[in-house]
């Protein structure tokens, strides 16, 4: 399990998060959402040990996140961030092999060829692989990387595994969004715990166990998916008419109408 106990983190003197807590279960994928500025990536970076806390603690498996050696910490949990600029004309392939890294030398090339080729296919970028990052779209980097986080984590099938995901939606079309979300799902019902920052709440009712909203960086909701992403919170939080549509067994949110 990964927590956060009430957790604050400030960035450049103003408080971002306050008092924030949360947990995240092997086999479950928490969905945070919360308008623009709630503290969002913050929590993340917080949750991944690249934000110090100012208050509070984050504990992964019952030790506090601070105590982890960083090789240690690799080879338990993935993140995946906005922002993935490419630095070199890497091919595509290579760079999903990146997560091999924390394994080095321990594994033989056909299991981390095997890795690689089962993430990249998972993504939908096998045709990819022999392109230079660098000629690709920001939607197809992000599905690099985020085979890219599939591949850290492959090795330590049966172990505690966290993946924690910064918007990976944002920059894919509706076939890709729902193919990743999906893929997902399989990891957790795999024993992978996963927390991804989603905007759309539609997505998060369709895909995630439980959902955390921000608000101006407190916790303005938490639950099961089914109890918090519903037309009254999603209204006042996001200032924003919500109202059901559709059918009692197959409906979703219709905003600002």
């Given amino acids: 399990m990964l927590q956060a106990d009430t957790i604050s983190v400030n960035r450049s003197g103003a408080k971002v998060l306050d008092g ?7 086999g479950r994928i928490l969905a945070v959402l919360g308008p623009n500025g709630a503290g969002k ?59 091999l890294l924390p394994w080095e030398g321990m594994f033989s090339r056909a299991e981390e060829t095997r890795w690689v080729g089962e993430a990249m296919a998972a993504m939908d970028v096998s045709a990819l692989a ?7 779209s920001v939607g197809e980097r992000q599905r690099v990387h985020l085979a890219r986080a599939l591949v850290q984590l492959a090795p330590a099938a049966g172990k505690a595994r966290f993946l924690l995901l ?3 939606v944002a ?20 024993g992978v715990a996963v927390l991804a920052v989603l905007h759309d709440v539609n997505l998060a009712r369709r895909w995630a166990d439980d959902a955390l909203i921000l608000r101006s960086g407190r916790a303005a909701a938490a639950g099961p998916v ?6 009254g919170v999603v209204s006042e939080v996001f200032e924003i008419p919500a109202r ?14």
């Fill in 130 to 136: 022999r392109r230079p990052v660098t000629e690709l």
């Fill in 166 to 168: 910064d918007e990976p």
């Fill in 20 to 26: 924030v807590s949360l947990s995240l279960e092997a």
């Fill in 244 to 257: 059901w549509v559709g059918t009692q067994e197959d409906r979703w949110l219709a905003l600002g109408c």
């Fill in 226 to 231: 089914g109890g918090v992403l519903v037309p």
């Fill in 171 to 190: 920059s894919l079309d509706p076939r890709h969004q729902h193919l990743l979300l999906a893929a997902l799902r399989k990891l957790a019902g795999e």
């Fill in 41 to 99: 990536s913050s929590l993340l970076g917080a949750l991944a040990g690249d934000l110090p806390v100012a208050a509070g603690k984050v504990l992964l498996a019952g030790r506090e996140l601070s105590s982890w050696d960083r090789r240690e910490l690799a080879r338990t949990r993935a993140v995946v961030t906005q922002e993935n600029p490419p630095a070199f004309a890497h091919a595509a392939a290579e760079v999903a092999g990146l997560g």
